[in-house]
């Protein structure tokens, strides 16, 4: 089937162009309607789990605007539009789907329709069993749908298969992503990656807010620093690119607030194409104090009782072992002997052992 222009323009472009946007194609239904003359068209989108959330998309004509609304849970109770069970780039009608079989599965089939005014559809499974999949249907109430609509949701199936496979790609990316950035910002870190001319390539959300950047024309950015900074960034990105995995510099970007930043050679081996980073920068913020549930993490972690936890928590913050026991109503001798009970159970020597075992272990995450 040849491809007309109008439905590259209106169906096949907005598969890439809106594949990121949340629910994906909010263009492709309407021009699916507008291009088959349907009354009414649906989209149910699923993830790889079989008990994940099935995403509904729904557009109408103007005329079907009014119509009942569409119950497509109880339209698969009744056999109907069962995606499980239809081959994936099959169009099936809706007579395909009717259990002639048995008059009474047939009558209520039947009169669930009609109340739906579905008179005649179209429907077609997209994407891969067991990954991101889900079905399109069209739907008519007077006349059917033709074999040129037909033929246009078989032309155009393959191609929303493989951007749901693309959309499945990027939802786990940024998940990945997403997951690497809290857990940095947990801990105060903030990463920025940088050109070999110390522009701006990508910046995680912390990097964002703590460093100011100038938009420049076309996509890169740079950080926006007192000309000397700027000068000293921009050397130190020139000399790392290509450098020694373990070559470092260490450039002042202000002095109020004292802001520095630690920038190594990427060292990344990106497969997808665009400009792959040469230097990866990191800046480090006062991390949060350790939160309530730190002592119950690290009691979890050495056996410790919730008195020597807190006790540990406190060392850990920049209390001294007296310091830490009075906040606790401890006496110092009780605050000592406790002391010497957390050394024994977390296997440190001293105070700090302990406080580099504390902030080196899990707590701090918690």
């Not at 209520?108 to 249907?137: C, D, F, K, Y």
């Not at 749901?164 to 690497?180: D, K, N, P, T």
């Not at 620093?225 to 130190?236: G, I, T, W």
């Not at 802001?259 to 006062?286: D, F, K, Q, S």
């Amino acid at each position: 089937m040849a491809i007309h222009p109008a439905d590259q323009r209106e169906l096949y472009l907005p598969l890439m162009s809106e594949l990121a946007v949340d629910p994906p194609w909010p263009r492709l239904l309407p021009n699916l309607i507008a291009r088959t003359g349907a009354r009414r068209a649906c989209l149910a989108l699923r993830g790889p789990s079989p008990d994940g959330e099935t995403v509904m998309l729904r557009a109408d004509a103007a005329r079907a605007r009014g119509d009942p609304a569409l119950d497509l849970a109880a339209l698969a109770a009744l056999g109907l539009f069962p995606a499980a069970m239809m081959r994936s780039g099959r169009i099936y009608t809706l007579d395909e789907l009717l259990d002639f079989d048995n008059p009474t599965r047939l009558a209520a089939q039947r009169h669930a329709l009609g109340a739906m005014r579905i008179n005649h559809a179209r429907a077609v499974r997209i994407g891969t069993p067991g990954e991101s999949e889900g079905w399109l249907l069209l739907i008519r109430e007077r006349e059917d749908l033709g074999a040129a609509d037909s033929a246009l949701l078989a032309a155009l199936a393959p191609h929303m298969t493989a951007a749901l496979g693309v959309r499945a790609a990027l939802a786990e990316a940024r998940s990945r992503a997403a997951i690497a950035e809290s857990t940095l910002a947990e801990l105060g870190l903030a990463e920025i990656a940088f050109n070999a001319g110390g522009q701006v390539l990508a910046a995680d959300p912390l990097a964002e807010r703590l460093l100011p950047m100038t938009a420049e024309p076309g996509a890169l950015r740079r950080l926006q620093l007192v000309a000397q900074a700027a000068r000293a960034l921009e050397a130190a990105c020139t000399a790392l690119a290509g450098a020694p995995p373990q070559a470092r510099r260490l450039v002042r970007l202000g002095d109020r607030p004292l802001r520095e930043i630690l920038l190594r050679p990427a060292g990344l081996a990106l497969t997808a194409p665009g400009p792959a980073p040469a230097v990866i920068g990191v800046v480090r913020t006062a991390p949060a104090a350790l939160s309530a549930q730190a002592p119950g993490i690290l009691a979890q972690a050495h056996g410790l009782s919730p008195r020597e936890a807190e006790l540990a928590i406190g060392l850990a913050s920049g209390e001294t072992i007296l310091e830490a026991g009075a906040r606790l109503g401890l006496t110092p001798e009780t605050a000592r002997n406790y002391s010497k009970r957390v050394y024994a159970k977390t296997g440190t020597s001293g105070q700090a052992q302990l406080v580099a075992h504390v902030l080196n272990g899990l707590a701090p995450l918690a």
